[in-house]
């Protein structure tokens, strides 16, 4: 069972969301919250596979909470560490990147379509990435339009990897599968998985999506 936390400050969101999940195999709610600040608390009493987070919420922001939680986790490797989905009306480029930096692991516009929201919290609970397509865009446009200052600076956080882990780094950021990635290098796919969880121990980051946009960084010219 995949279990689930709803932050939303709106409580008809919140009902349509739940009345949605449990519709939905596999997956139930396990609680929710109307405000960033009560997520963190939330998390360590309910210990959810994923989180549906808000972005413009009272207290505390949606991204703000997406980021205490990824602080939480650097500070106590032992403390809950669910996959965050921003789901929300924002899809400014730049609020995209700052919830991408922050540690989510996907996010999607309200108006997506409920079996995609359940699809998307299946992906993220098994570490896939969950964006809507113009989000995907919004990364994509990103990447390609680095800056040297930015290149030289992933670069240089690139070099704490071996090489086998810049090498997975690399294929992270074509977007390949723990299992494609394993075909193109002959490796097992626990090896794989090894090596991109040292990678994103060693550099600090929470999932493959950050590490994906570092790599897309760092090959800038």
Known sequence: ??????????????????????????????????????????????????????????????IAATRALAQ???????????????????????????AMRAGAAGYLLKHTEP?????????AAKGRPALSPSVARTLIDYAA????T??????????????????IAGTVAEGLSNSEIAERLHLSPGTVKAHLSSALAKLGLDNRIQLALLAHDASER
């Open 150 to 167: 930015r290149a030289e600076e992933a670069r240089a956080q690139l070099a704490q990897l071996s090489g086998r882990e810049r090498e």
């Open 115 to 123: 079996e995609e929201i359940v699809e998307a919290v299946r992906s």
């Open 72 to 98: 939480a986790r650097a500070a106590d490797q032992s403390a809950p560490a669910p996959q965050v989905i921003v789901l929300t009306t924002f899809d400014k480029d730049t609020t995209v990147l700052e």
């Open 1 to 62: 069972m995949i279990r689930v936390l709803l932050a939303d400050d709106d409580p008809l969101v919140r009902a349509g969301l739940k009345l949605m999940l449990r519709g939905a195999d596999g997956i139930g709610v396990v609680g929710e919250v109307e405000d960033g600040a009560s997520v963190a608390e939330a998390v360590r009493e309910l210990t959810p596979d994923v989180v549906l987070m808000d972005i413009r919420m009272p207290v505390l922001d949606g």
């Open 145 to 148: 339009g680095g800056s040297g």
